[in-house]
């Protein structure tokens, strides 16, 4: 692509994305194209689902009377040819082609050459964009390139627009209170009603929620003050600058204060806050709108000045922000909904009040969602189309079995749903009876089942709901809620609540594994590729100091009660353990000399997350006690698909048969080294996985509280034979979704349907 393509595309985009409805943003692209490429014709069609019609929505070049009215069958034309073939079609002579539908509407006989370019989102057909000459002509490759490129990006604005519901433009307009629906991926599991809370990080303003003003003259007194505070900040940054930057340089100061006057971006935001809107959202429209119309000057200087544009509406938004004492009281139906929402933030909230979460980002195995989990919070990650800004207080239902969410639902489906939330009280009080029993198959094998902890609410629903021990204790969540590193005394007091808890049964503490998505609020990592990069082991071997302290706390808290296990997360070598070999036998000795007391030397584990482990348990198993698999890190290793990304959610699956191969061989490996080796991730605490784990050997599996009554109901009721039937079926396939599919299919018709998410399924 030459240079000048490049530019116009850069551009086109910016504008694109600065453009404030669906419309402008067709009409941006059609113009701009056409004016770029030299064409007579450049238009966009949508495809209207509903209808199975493509619409003619913007053209530069066709009659513009016919913009709206114009459709065509969906398999009708050359339009409806781009869309089948799902690829380009380029054509010299498009009269002649036999697809050629002749629309007398548009004037369209008089162009010879045609290249229509397919619209795709996530492998679907939103539209097709055409560009038309009267010339008999081949379009070049570059004209290829540079219209799929520029479709690539046109398809992410459509899509959005789909979700707001802009594009019923091919209907009814829409209002504030209709009904929408969404899906993302199913975090944790469970049904919700509730109205949403949206959470938005401080001074973000793409962010702010629109919400009404509660009290309207309040809203414009905080805005007064705001600018206010807005102003003096500029003025002292233009009387500190005045020696370091020319005066011209400083001029953007005076700009700045120009758009703070009364008469300009303050009249302009009271406009809205009299209108109804809160304050906040109020800089959010205003600014948005300057910003639109800045991006569209022809001048390179003035587009550039959009920055400082956002630069002031931040500033504002802050000083609004920090005057907000109003932070409302979560009521017990919350559904909180933001783009990311981190562990510490959930956690500081009352999540008793917690119904459900959504958000924009992120995927089922990151770590907010593991906790989620064990709060049995419904959860509902990388609803990717999210409309969060528009959702402030509305009404929605979560449907986390599913991953749907819906907006504003009717009557019918909260009614549907309100039967869905009596049956699962009622399988929770089934599984009740299960809090008591051993998980022994009908053919008497025993699988002691632990919990994985983190909160001390696990610990409590852990020890209520039976588990053997604590097998996996995510010892980075209490460092998480904290500002700031906690020092030894500090978590030997945390480590030995939950040692004494469990006291007389093992307890598996995990050193502490930072990095990747659990960053601490007080020290971030930022990496490029943070999934590989320096997390678990690696951060720790390089700060011996942090590591030290956590190992000395946790020999201190198993004083007297000798049940400590010690696990390492993300060992990639051997080296690496021999390292914390050494530390910890000169740890071990120092805290015996200090207290004055004999302390059982902790059994000594590693976590199976790199895959490089798996070729090297032989040399591994001569320097620790016990494996335990880390089975989401090791998925997202092992199909290198990052655990967090909602765009490759459904690549990522523990049913891949190269999960469960690798698996199978690891228990091998293992026992022939007899060492017992167990699972702690996700899929130890999916029913239909558990069973598969228990028949390949696995000693022991480690969950969540929240699943540990689901599993150990499972095991009771599947024999070990046919737990090693199905193992052997389902290794013989090759689909992740056939191999979850065939053991769902055994769960249904083994009297275990209630165990399976999409029995429980609504339609709507
Ligand atoms: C895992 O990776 O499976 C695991 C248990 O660790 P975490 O989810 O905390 O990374
Ligand atoms: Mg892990």
Redesign the pocket.
């Given at each position: 692509m030459s240079n000048m393509q490049l530019d116009t595309l850069r551009r086109i985009v910016q504008e694109i994305n600065a453009s404030v409805s669906l419309h402008d943003s067709l009409d941006i692209m059609v113009n701009h194209v056409a004016e770029a490429m030299h064409v007579d014709v450049c238009s966009i069609y949508l495809l209207d689902e509903r209808n199975k019609r493509y619409v003619l929505m913007a053209s530069k070049g066709l009659k513009p009377e016919a913009v709206g009215h114009v459709s065509l069958n969906i398999g009708e034309g050359l339009v409806g040819l781009v869309g089948q073939r799902e690829e380009i079609v380029n054509l010299d002579n498009a009269p002649k082609h036999d697809r050629f539908a002749y629309l007398p509407e548009t004037g369209e006989e008089l162009f010879n050459s045609f290249l229509g370019v397919p619209v795709m989102y996530r492998r679907k057909v939103m539209g097709v964009l055409v560009v038309q000459n009267k010339e008999p002509q081949d379009f070049s490759e570059a004209a290829e390139s540079f219209l799929v490129t520029l479709c690539a990006q046109l398809s992410g604005v459509i899509a959005h627009a789909h979700a707001v519901g802009n594009i019923d433009v091919f209907r009814k307009p829409t209002s504030g209170s209709t009904y929408k629906t969404f899906q993302g991926v199913s975090g944790a599991g469970g049904v919700a009603l509730g109205r949403a809370i949206v959470l938005y990080p401080p001074a973000d303003l793409t962010v702010i929620p629109d919400r009404e003003a509660e009290d309207i003259s309040e809203e414009l007194e905080l805005l007064d003050q705001a600018i206010a505070s807005v102003r003096k900040e500029i003025q002292s940054l233009d009387e500190k600058m005045q020696d370091s930057l020319m005066s011209e340089e400083r001029a953007l100061f005076s700009v700045f204060l120009r758009m703070l006057d009364e008469n300009a971006l303050p009249s302009e935001i009271k406009d809205h806050i009299r209108a109804g809107s809160w304050a906040q959202g109020a800089v959010r429209k205003v600014i948005d709108k300057h910003i639109a119309l800045f991006a569209q000057m022809e001048d390179d200087y003035l587009r550039e000045r959009v920055s400082d544009l956002k630069d002031l509406g931040r500033r504002i938004l802050a000083c609004l922000q920090e005057a907000d004492s109003s932070h409302r009281e979560l009521s017990p139906d919350s559904i909180l909904i933001g783009e990311e929402i981190s562990t510490a933030a959930l956690v500081e909230l009352p999540v008793d009040n917690i119904a459900a979460i959504v958000t924009s980002e992120g995927a089922a195995?990151s770590?907010m969602v593991?906790v989620a989990r064990a709060l049995g919070i419904p959860t509902v990650v990388g609803v990717t189309e999210l409309p969060i800004t528009t959702l402030d207080d509305i009404e929605m239902i979560v449907d986390a079995y599913q991953g749907r969410v819906f907006v504003n639902p009717p009557r019918r489906l909260r009614q549907r749903y309100k039967e869905v939330q009596k049956e699962e009280e009622q399988i929770a009080k089934d599984l009740k009876q299960y809090e008591t029993k051993d998980a022994i198959t009908p053919d008497g094998v025993s699988i002691p089942l632990f919990v994985?902890t983190g909160l001390m609410i696990d610990v409590v629903r852990g020890v209520q709901r039976g588990a053997k021990g604590v097998g996996?204790y995510?010892s980075?969540i209490p460092f998480m809620l904290r500002e700031r590193f906690p020092g030894e005394e500090e978590q030997r007091a945390i480590y030995r609540q939950q040692l004494s808890h469990f006291a007389n049964k093992p307890v598996i503490m995990?050193t502490l594994?930072i990095g990747?998505d659990?960053d601490l609020p007080y020290f971030s990592i930022e990496e490029e590729n943070s999934a590989l990069g320096w997390r678990g082991l690696r951060f720790t071997l390089d700060h011996p100091e942090i590591f030290s302290a956590q190992i000395r706390a946790m020999l201190k808290a198993s004083i007297g009660l000798n049940n400590l296990h010690i696990l390492l997360?993300m060992v990639t070598s051997v080296s690496e353990v021999e390292e914390v070999l050494y530390l910890l036998e000169r740890d071990w000795i120092a805290v015996q000399e200090e207290e004055q007391v004999k302390i059982t030397r902790p059994k000594i584990g590693i976590?199976v997350?790199v895959p490089s482990v798996l070729f090297q348990i032989s040399e591994f198993a001569e320097l620790v006690d016990f494996f335990?698999?880390?089975?989401?890190?090791?998925?997202?290793y092992l199909l290198a698909v990052d655990r967090n990304n909602p765009h490759v959610a459904n690549v990522y699956s523990h049913f891949h048969p190269s999960v469960l191969r690798a698996l199978s061989r690891l228990v091998e490996d293992c026992h022939i080294h007899q060492k017992p080796v167990s699972v702690?991730?996700?899929?130890a605490g999916d029913p239909l996985s558990a069973i598969l784990l228990m028949a390949m050997g696995f000693n022991t599996l480690s969950m969540s509280s929240s699943n540990i009554l689901r599993v150990r109901k499972a095991i009771c009721h599947v024999p070990m034979a046919d737990a090693k039937q199905l193992l052997d079926n389902v290794l013989q396939m090759n689909n992740p979704l056939v191999i979850k599919s065939w053991l769902e299919h055994y769960f249904k018709t083994h009297g275990l349907a209630d165990m399976v998410k999409s029995n429980r399924l609504v339609s709507a």
């Open positions: 195995n770590h593991i994985n996996l995510r980075e995990r594994d990747a659990k997360p976590m997350e335990s698999v880390g089975s989401n890190d090791l998925t997202q702690c991730g996700e899929m």
